[in-house]
Structures are given as structure tokens and as C-alpha cells.
């Protein structure tokens, strides 16, 4: 259950009570896609970096280990350790963008596996029953994923097909949920507004999939290489049809400014791979810009990546010895970037939350939106 605690302009402050958790938001969810962070971070590190939300990947896990081996070991919050609410995706995403080949039926995806080959099929009721047997807190519903750009007459049959499969995904969770060996009765639902770029197609497809009372929306599809202008606009052309007492979930996204941006157009929730991608290549980011820590004016460095930084690496390491340990190609390198990184973007939440709370969001924002991108 979703509670708007306050409003300033379109941004939302508000609390997302769920089985194994509340959340307070809005909210960054930490990418575990195989149940680790890449990079090294286990969920308890996760704990430690003040991550709310962990989420993992149901086509990787579906992949290897398996959902059986998954439930049998509890569910994915006990094979974890991971004590928070858990999103798992559908898989869609993946099979769209993976798989070697791949067939679209009404039915569902036939496709061949990237990891060995294996032919496979995941439709709506797969999915479900995958994420089912994982127990993830909150389900996604399985969507089709178009590639940007697309012709306007694929794009609505895509949406047609979701939001097919959409209703599909209810009933197949309403059934699992009811079944005496279900791990957790209590998965929520998720579903996904598509269209690509075409505000039409996302607004309608919005006042659709609201009409089936799910447990919260997404927006997906952007940030998949358009102008972030026209994600912005896509965002807010469908916000006003996003219903106000259910979580907002705009997926995949994104870079610091991306999500300040999106949060004062109204999203609640957001995920992305970028801060522990980044920080495995030394872009490390901090309230002033971008940094890389890879640039030779680091070497004699004895600062820490940010100074009042309270994360862990920078409590007790400084730039020079980070900068050695990637050049040596240590992965304690990784491990400590991917840390600062992953605490910079919960914290920028939590930074969010209290400008929120203390009414000075605005300001917060004017401050940052043309900071936090910029390459130092």
C-alpha cells in the first residue's frame, strides 16, 4: 500500500508499505542481477549503504540458477540474505535484448539462451510462475520491449500485445498467490506502460492497464538512447494519468540528474546499473560532477573520493589508493568504487526525501539539476 505523505509541485514524498518491508520514498533500487552487486557487494553490504530495495533479474536467475533451486532454498530473500522488499523483473527486457534469436507469438517469446544456446519460451503465466517460485516482493508484468526508434503502427501493436498480456499476468498471479505451497501470498503486481515515444499511444495505454487495480505502475521503455528531453516529456504527458495512491516506477533510470528530474515530475521508484557499470570503470560520481579516478592528477592524492563523504571507501581510503589498485588491477578497486557509488545514489535519495520533508525541494533541485552530470 502506497501513502502520499506530501506533494511539492508534482514530486511526491510517500511511504510504500509492502509483506517485507516499508519503503520510504522516493526510493533508488539497488541492481543485484544474478543476487549480487557486480562489483563484489553482497545484500549486506547493500544494508550497510542504506539500500532499501533490492532487484534482481528473472531471466539471469531463470537462466542459472533456476526458480526451483530458488524456492527450494526458501525464496530469494533467504538465498540472498537480502532482509528488504526484493523487485524482480519479468524478463522481457532481457529476452528482447539478449537472446540470440527470438520469435514473438501471442502465446509468448520462443528465443535461444545467450549463455549456451538452449531454446526456451517465456510468456505472461512463465514469467509469473518464475517470479512466483523466486518470491520476490513485487512482480513485473512480462511486456514486450521495443527498440527505439520504432514505426508508430509496430509500436501500438506492441502495446495491444502488452496490455494482453497484462491481463494475462493478473489472473496467473491471483492464482499463484492462492496456492498452499506459494512462498509469498502476498507478491505484488506491477505493470508496465509502453509506446515507445508517441505520447498518445503512452497515455492511453496508461488509462488501460490503471482500469485492472494493480499494486503499482512503470513506465518502461525510455532511456533506451532517446534525447532526455523527450523522456522527460513522455513522463510528464503520462504522469496525470498515473493513479496518485499507487507507487510510480520509471525503469531503468538513470543518471543522478535523471532521476532529480524525474522525481519532480512525479516518480517514486527508479533503477539503473549505471552507478556500480560506472564505478567498475572509475567514473565515480559526487556532489560536484563525475570524477575518474584513472586520471594521473589522483596519483599523489591522499583526499578521499568526496570529502564528507560518509560511505565506507571514503572513510577510509583516499583517491591515490584507489587509482593504484585499479592500475595494479585489483578488484578491491571495483569493490570500493561500486560501494561509493552505490551510497552516493541511496544517499542522494535520502537527501531527496529530507528536502521533501523539510520544504526546501525546490531549491534542492535549482542546485543540482546542472551539477551532478557534469565531468570534473
Not at 557486480?38 to 550497510?48: I, N, R, T, V
Not at 515530475?265 to 567514473?283: E, T, W
Amino acid at each position: 500500500m502506497y501513502t502520499l505523505k506530501k506533494k511539492i509541485g508534482m514530486a511526491r514524498r510517500g511511504e510504500f508499505a509492502t509483506v517485507d518491508g516499508t519503503v520510504q520514498t522516493p526510493c533508488f533500487m539497488n541492481v543485484a542481477t544474478c543476487g549480487a552487486i557486480k562489483g563484489g557487494l553482497s545484500a549486506y553490504d547493500l544494508h550497510e549503504i542504506g539500500a532499501q530495495i533490492q532487484l534482481c533479474n528473472t531471466y539471469h536467475l531463470h537462466v542459472r540458477p533456476g526458480e526451483d533451486l530458488i524456492y527450494e532454498m526458501g525464496g530469494i530473500r533467504k538465498f540472498t540474505g537480502f532482509s528488504g522488499p526484493v523487485l524482480t523483473d519479468s524478463g522481457g527486457f532481457q529476452v528482447f535484448s539478449l537472446a540470440k534469436l527470438r520469435k514473438i507469438k501471442e502465446e509468448g517469446v520462443y528465443f535461444q539462451s545467450h549463455v549456451d544456446g538452449q531454446r526456451m519460451f517465456i510468456g505472461p503465466e512463465e514469467s509469473m510462475q518464475i517470479q512466483s517460485k523466486l518470491a520476490s516482493t513485487i512482480a513485473m508484468a512480462f511486456d514486450e520491449c521495443v527498440e527505439n526508434p520504432a514505426t508508430y503502427r509496430y509500436a501500438k501493436e506492441a502495446v495491444l500485445r502488452t496490455e494482453r498480456w497484462l491481463e494475462r499476468c493478473k489472473i496467473e498471479m491471483d492464482r499463484l498467490n492462492s496456492l498452499p505451497e506459494t512462498i509469498n501470498k502476498m507478491q505484488m503486481l506491477f505493470g508496465i506502460n509502453q509506446g515507445c515515444t508517441f505520447e498518445d499511444l503512452r497515455v492511453e495505454n496508461m488509462k488501460k492497464i490503471t482500469e485492472l487495480d494493480l499494486d503499482g505502475y512503470a513506465i518502461g521503455g525510455l532511456a533506451v538512447g532517446e534525447p532526455a528531453k523527450e523522456m522527460y516529456r513522455i513522463i510528464s504527458a503520462v504522469e496525470p494519468f498515473m493513479p496518485e495512491d499507487k507507487p510510480r516506477y520509471l525503469m531503468g533510470v538513470g543518471t543522478p540528474v535523471n532521476i532529480l528530474e524525474a522525481v519532480y515530475r512525479g516518480i517514486d521508484l527508479f533503477d539503473c546499473v549505471m552507478p556500480s557499470r560506472n564505478a567498475r570503470h572509475g567514473h565515480i560520481f559526487t556532489h560536484k560532477g563525475v570524477i575518474n579516478i584513472l586520471n594521473a592528477k589522483y596519483e599523489y592524492d591522499n583526499t578521499p573520493i568526496e570529502e564528507g563523504c560518509r560511505c565506507p571507501t571514503c572513510r577510509r581510503h583516499s583517491k591515490a589508493y584507489i587509482r593504484h589498485l585499479f592500475k595494479a588491477k585489483e578488484m578491491l578497486a571495483m569493490r570500493l568504487t561500486v560501494t561509493h557509488n552505490l551510497w552516493f545514489y541511496n544517499n542522494l535519495m535520502q537527501e531527496i526525501r529530507d528536502a521533501m520533508d523539510n520544504d526546501v525541494f525546490e531549491e534542492y533541485y535549482q542546485k543540482y539539476r546542472n551539477i551532478f552530470d557534469k565531468r570534473i
